[in-house]
């Protein structure tokens, strides 16, 4: 029989609840998303977020049970985000997922935001080999990890200053298009020529796979700054430039921390990865590198709870159980989330 | 790094490229303080080396409100500030997470006010018990959230200067006794030849 569990997601826009069979089968992926309110308000407003979350959320999981048809007394466990995120929406989420699991006597597993990332990659192809090394891009986030088995992700990279997605936004934001920023780059960017702008690559020491965005937007600020002065701006030429920054980066840096960890797959994950421009390049490079490259699609790339129902499948394997005094943590790190026997309380 | 008032052009000439935004419409509210010390980073370095002479000085409950265009250096100072205050972790852009915080010889709370829609906002979070409580707060996009910043607060502005992409002047405002006296003390440690 197989196992089901239900994932739920609050950890930032998005309300979110699924129900996934083994950790490999879709049963429902609901996704409220607040980004229409968010884009009213420009952003993520934190008392709006866990309002939002709080009148969505019971919705959200009864659409997720009624679209897999089944029902509560089917699930084997619940699983949610606990961190890193928002700390009132996530707490809206776990009290949710903990009252679940009291009531129906079964075990609560907390999950990390990044590793349920990660899990969107193990959702579409379970047999991803080990070792591999997944990007995780999104607008908090520009995270490279290693991962040598399920209960060993070890974070290797991470970015120093802007997260590549908040580097998209912001740069959305001084190009004049309107939020989210990914998206509206990408369009533009179609029309552009990425060569046209010359804009700095930050590769920094040739041994890390740390990253920094932080001087390109500053190089796109400048750059329109003496454009605009000048009265010559090719809007489309900015965002292709800028975009094929972006990605240029995060491929070299992925690679070489597959290539240097003996890898054998790469995942590419978060928001981000839902740049047509930062998967191709992914794909062509990897691939003369000799590495499997897993991309989930989409919608499984952007805050979705099936990764957390993944995520927290395999944690079940491992009866690896959270206890019902766990805690919300706003900045939960990767090594908190895999220590063994080391429960928030 | 040098300082002072005289040779440096009024705020007029320096450029608040992104004032198109409605992201900036506090812009200029905030800062309503008198400036009680100018001084001129030419680089990204110079920029945290003095948020770490700041952060060497900060006492608990001690509040820095930052304001600046985007890739002004806000962030860059914070790392300085944090640098100042012992923080061993690296200091990385609040804005998606809104709050981030870090331990040092004080604990540092790092605030992003650049996706909020108001005081509201900030207060939603929880700041009055951070500003209170046993820590430093520094707020970045703080003229989004004035009305949410304790009354005694150092106000500290980045500004772009015409022509020099790398140079930045930034300036210090005092709006209480508190935050006065932490610019006294910076301009005495900033003072060459002591």
Same mark, same amino acid.
């Given at each position: 029989m197989s196992v089901l569990v239900l994932g739920i997601e609050t950890s930032c826009d998005e309300t979110a609840a699924a129900v996934v069979a083994d950790g490999r089968t879709v049963l429902s992926n609901v996704v409220a998303s607040q980004e229409e309110i968010h884009r009213r308000f420009g952003g993520v407003v934190p008392e709006v977020a866990s309002r939002q979350h709080l009148e969505a959320l019971n919705l959200a999981i009864a659409s997720a049970l009624a679209e897999a048809g089944v029902g509560f007394a089917d699930l084997r466990a619940v699983a949610v985000t606990h961190g890193p995120g928002l700390l009132g929406s996530l707490l809206v989420g776990l009290m949710a997922a903990k009252s679940l699991c009291l009531a129906l006597e079964i075990p609560l597993i907390t999950v990390n935001h990044i590793e349920a990332h990660i899990y969107a990659g193990l959702l579409v192809e379970? #047999?991803?080999? !080990?070792p591999f090394v997944a990007l995780v891009v999104s607008g908090g986030h520009t995270d490279i990890v290693y991962a040598a088995g399920h209960s060993e992700l070890r974070l290797i990279g991470q970015t120093r200053d802007d997260a590549a997605g908040e580097a998209f936004d912001k740069v959305a934001r001084v190009l004049g298009l309107?939020?989210?920023?990914g998206p509206a780059i990408e369009r533009l960017a179609r029309e552009g020529n990425p060569e046209a702008v010359p804009l700095p690559r930050a !590769?920094? +020491? +040739? #041994?890390?796979f740390d990253t920094s965005f932080s001087g390109l937007k500053t190089a796109v600020v400048n750059y329109l700054y003496r454009a605009r002065r000048e009265g010559r701006v090719n809007l489309a030429d900015v965002a292709a430039s800028f975009q094929a920054a972006v990605a240029e980066v995060l491929v070299a840096k992925a690679v070489a921390a597959a290539d240097a960890h003996g890898a054998r797959a790469l995942v590419l994950a978060g928001g981000? /990865? /839902?740049?047509g421009y930062l998967r191709e390049s992914l794909l062509k490079r990897a691939r003369k590198h000799g590495l499997r490259v897993v991309i989930p699609p989409p919608v499984l790339c952007t805050d979705n709870a099936a990764m957390v129902a993944a995520a927290g499948y395999y944690r079940f394997l491992r009866g690896d159980f959270a206890p019902l005094t766990a805690n919300a943590v706003a900045g939960l790190s990767l090594e908190e989330s895999f220590l063994k026997q080391s429960f928030k309380e | 790094m040098r300082f002072g008032k005289g040779a440096l052009p009024g705020k $007029?000439?320096?450029?608040?490229?992104?004032?198109? $935004?409605?992201?900036?419409?506090n812009l200029g509210a905030v800062m309503a303080g008198a400036i009680e010390l100018e001084t001129r980073s030419d680089s990204a370095e110079e920029t945290r080396m003095l948020g770490e002479r700041l952060g060497r000085l900060l006492q608990p409950g001690d509040v820095v409100a930052l304001e600046g265009d985007l890739g002004a250096g806000k962030t860059c100072f914070t790392q300085g500030v944090a640098r100042g205050l012992g923080v061993a972790g690296r200091v990385t852009s609040p804005t998606f997470v809104l709050i981030r915080e870090y331990q040092g010889r004080l604990p540092l709370y790092h605030f992003d006010a650049y996706r909020l829609a108001g005081p509201e906002d900030l207060l939603a979070l929880g700041s009055d018990d951070y500003f209170e409580g046993c820590g430093v707060s520094v707020v970045e996009w703080a003229g989004r959230v004035a009305a949410a910043l304790p009354r005694d607060r150092l106000e500290i502005e980045l500004l772009r200067v015409p022509g020099e992409e790398e140079a930045r002047l930034i300036r210090f405002r005092a709006t209480g006794p508190r935050a006065k006296g932490i610019v006294e003390e910076l301009k005495r440690d900033l003072r060459p030849g002591d």
């Open positions: 379970p #047999d991803v080999p !080990f309107g939020y989210p920023g !590769f920094l +020491e +040739e #041994d890390t981000v /990865a /839902a740049n | $007029s000439e320096f450029c608040t490229y992104h004032n198109d $935004s409605h992201y900036c419409q």
